[in-house]
């Protein structure tokens, strides 16, 4: 008769283990959804700032006419992209001439002197801010479901629900982490 | 997160614990000595224990309200100071917080700042108009990681409850004592000498007990300021943003008028620094600030938590733990990201004025710039529909 007890009291203590555990892992992998759709939200709001800032510095930064719509051009085909490797592609893309354009903004005093652009500016790093936090945060969760999900013993319930292996979020073109160049020309 | 998270509330709670101790044994020694026959011991436990839960539930109920309206601090909206707020929510993407924290200013010229709120939930970060005024984008970005990471590893929760508890343990030695030297008229017959003793052991403990619990609050305070200064540089990766941050704060001399010993944790620096005191000393809730940019810089190689865990051993010489083992194992070196490059105010006229200026933004003051080069501040309560420039006398509309 104890013997029962003492049985069916280890049964339910894993029961709720296995609940505990599958609950952390469905926690865990709405987290990274949730900081993927961060930095949905992030470049959203880039593609929103830029004509502004086209239009704001279109008078002033006459050498760089190129830039300016090399960037116009980008952000078409960031809007456009359809799938996720187009689209982080052509971002990277668009952070690169952001970042080139932010640069280049150092050689007109006329226009770091207008209050319009420095708030303007301020949004601006704001929010290439906010894309790289957002895509770092996203990492972070990954990490986590991830270490959570190849861990003992989370790992077998991981195996008999099928939870799968999350991507990170790396920027592809190595290129792309250096500083931006700029030429004055 | 989530790991360290863990960790940390199994390593608070030993604090916790002990202090709870120290509030039941208070308990415990004062109603044994005032009824040693009948149940006083067990009433004195209960009534210590009241004490802290009722005082807990005012604490986290409206703790954060209690601390703001003590500060002074004001809620402000993003047109007040749209960097602060820009921060704010990079911090809080940072972070994978959900929810935007509410931000207030604390008209001070003091450079300082806090944060409150029991959860991420419902997180609230205050900084002061001085601190606003001197920090470029990438320390004020330090300061505010550091406040957030308060938050996220539950400090605030954990502070105030080990601070309520603290506050009971001074109440009750304190009503104690009065009660003793005052209520010697109250005749207590029958009590033998082993009353007496107890009595004794009570009056030593009713001296001793808030000393404890201070102590053992300080202790707990400084190892979460390291634990935030960790987190911080994790969420921004530029650990000297928040290094030359702690730099000019700690060149401030002027004091928190509205800060004290117990909601001191709270803030980023200790408010309440007294000149010619060592700031090491035990009763200091936080560590002292040059040790703090000292293993800030000295962090290579990586903006993980492990990095700034080997900087702490490599620049204190101690081998304490400060960051949690279980979540060294799996960080990653995460690589240090560039400035941002946005300058500050540097000479003090400049911040000074800066500073003046927020202040007035905070109370709702509209500013209008005059052709002339004239800034015409003008209070809320104007009321008239225009105004004239003092300087070359243009009408303005007030809108």
């Known amino acids: ?185 | 997160m989530w790991e360290i998270i863990k960790a940390n509330q199994r390593k608070s709670f030993f604090l916790f614990t002990l202090m709870g101790i120290v509030l039941i044994g208070l308990g415990f020694v004062i109603g044994w000595g005032y009824d040693p026959q009948g149940g006083g011991a067990f009433i004195g436990i209960i009534v210590a224990l009241l004490i802290f839960g009722i005082m807990s539930l005012v604490a986290v109920k409206s703790g954060a309200k209690i601390m703001l309206s003590a500060s002074n601090a004001k809620e402000v909206t993003p047109d007040v100071h749209p960097q602060l707020f820009n921060v704010v929510e990079e911090m809080r993407i940072a972070a994978g917080m959900t929810k935007m924290p509410k931000v207030y200013i604390i008209n001070t010229d003091a450079p300082n700042a806090f944060a409150a709120g029991m959860s991420p939930d419902n997180a609230v970060v205050a900084v002061t108009a001085g601190l606003l005024a001197r920090m470029n984008r990438d320390e004020l970005q330090g300061v505010i990681a550091h406040e957030m990471s308060h938050v996220v590893n539950r400090d605030i929760r954990f502070m105030t409850l080990a601070g309520v508890m603290m506050g009971a343990i001074v109440i009750i030695s304190e009503v104690f004592l009065r009660s003793l030297f005052l209520g010697a008229g109250r005749g207590r017959k029958g009590g033998g000498q082993g009353q007496i003793i107890i009595m004794i052991i009570a009056l030593a403990l009713a001296i001793l007990a808030p000393i404890m619990a201070q102590l053992l609050y300080f202790a707990i305070s400084r190892k979460r300021e390291y634990l935030a200064d960790a987190s911080a540089v994790r969420l921004t990766r530029y650990p000297e943003g928040l290094a030359s941050a702690l730099e000019k704060i700690a060149s401030n001399t002027a004091e928190m008028p509205m800060a004290n010993k117990v909601t001191a944790p709270m803030y980023i620096c200790n408010p309440l620094k007294k000149k010619g005191m060592k700031m090491s000393d035990l009763s200091s809730t936080h560590p002292p600030i040059s040790e703090r940019i000292r293993i800030l810089r000295a962090m290579a190689g990586g903006a993980g938590l492990a990095n700034y865990q080997k900087a702490f051993s490599s620049v204190t010489g101690k081998n304490k733990t400060i960051i949690p083992g279980a979540e060294l194992n799996n960080q990653e070196n995460p690589e240090f990201r560039e400035t941002a490059g946005m300058a500050a105010f540097a000479d003090s006229k400049t911040t000074a004025r800066t500073s003046h200026d927020i202040m007035m933004k905070v109370d709702n003051y509209t500013f209008i710039n005059c052709d002339c080069g004239m800034k015409l501040k003008v209070p809320a309560d104007f009321t008239g529909k225009t105004i004239d420039c003092p300087r070359c006398g243009v009408k303005h509309e007030i809108q």
Do not use: C
Request: charged share 20%; net charge neutral; hydrophobic share 45%.
């Open chain 1, 1 to 185: 008769m104890i013997a029962l007890w003492i049985i069916l009291g280890i049964v339910v203590v894993l029961i709720f283990m296995v609940v505990g555990m599958y609950n952390a892992l469905i926690r865990l992998r709405n987290q990274v959804k949730n900081a993927w759709a961060q930095i949905d939200v992030q470049l959203k709001r880039r593609h929103d700032l830029i004509p502004n800032l086209i239009e704001t510095v279109k008078g002033y930064m006459v050498h760089e006419r190129q830039t300016l719509e090399s960037i116009t051009n980008a952000r078409a085909n960031a809007m456009s992209a359809g799938t996720i490797s187009d689209k982080i592609k052509a971002e990277g893309e668009l952070t690169n001439l952001m970042g080139r354009l932010q640069v280049a903004v150092e050689a007109y005093p006329d226009l770091k002197a207008n209050q319009n652009f420095l708030a303007l500016q301020e949004e601006l790093t704001s929010t290439e801010n906010k894309i790289s936090y957002s895509r770092q945060s996203y990492n972070d969760q990954v990490l986590f479901y991830n270490n959570k999900k190849q861990t003992f013993p989370t790992n077998i319930i991981a195996g008999m629900f099928n939870f799968k292996d999350e991507v990170f979020f790396e920027i592809q073109d190595q290129a792309e982490k250096a500083v931006p160049k700029v030429s004055f020309s």
